[in-house]
């Protein structure tokens, strides 16, 4: 039976909790190995991703690469010391993108 996996990249500190839920963790302070380790992941059947924003904030190119394929979902998630705000702007972009408007965080103050 073919079963896709999970992984989480980012700072040791941010990701060692996702290991006691089965996901795959891949420490690592380093936009460029985050970035190699991703495209490894890819090759290796993993069908989400997560990435501190720490590391994605510059990371564009490598989520770039994976924006339009079902196959991996690339997921900014904050580490330990907080949010960048990366991750929902990346989900206010989708949704704009889906549907033409910006509901999420329109005019209304939310």
Same mark, same amino acid.
């Given at each position: 039976m073919?079963?896709?996996k999970i992984g989480v990249?980012? =700072?040791? =500190?941010?990701i060692l909790g996702f290991k006691a839920l089965g996901i795959s963790v891949f420490p $690592? %302070?380093?936009y460029r190995e985050a970035h *190699? $380790?991703?495209l *490894? +992941? %890819?090759?290796d059947n993993y069908a989400v991703i997560f990435v501190t924003e720490q590391l994605a904030k510059d990371m564009d190119e490598t989520f770039d690469t994976f924006?339009?394929? +079902? $196959?991996? %979902? +690339?997921i900014m998630i904050p580490n330990n010391r907080g949010t960048l705000g990366l991750g929902i702007q990346g989900v206010k972009q989708s949704v704009e993108k889906a549907i033409g408007a910006d509901i999420l965080f329109g005019k209304e103050g939310r």
């Open positions: 073919f079963m896709y990249i980012g =700072d040791k =500190d941010s $690592t %302070a380093d *190699k $380790t991703v *490894k +992941l %890819a090759k924006k339009d394929q +079902l $196959t991996p %979902a +690339l």
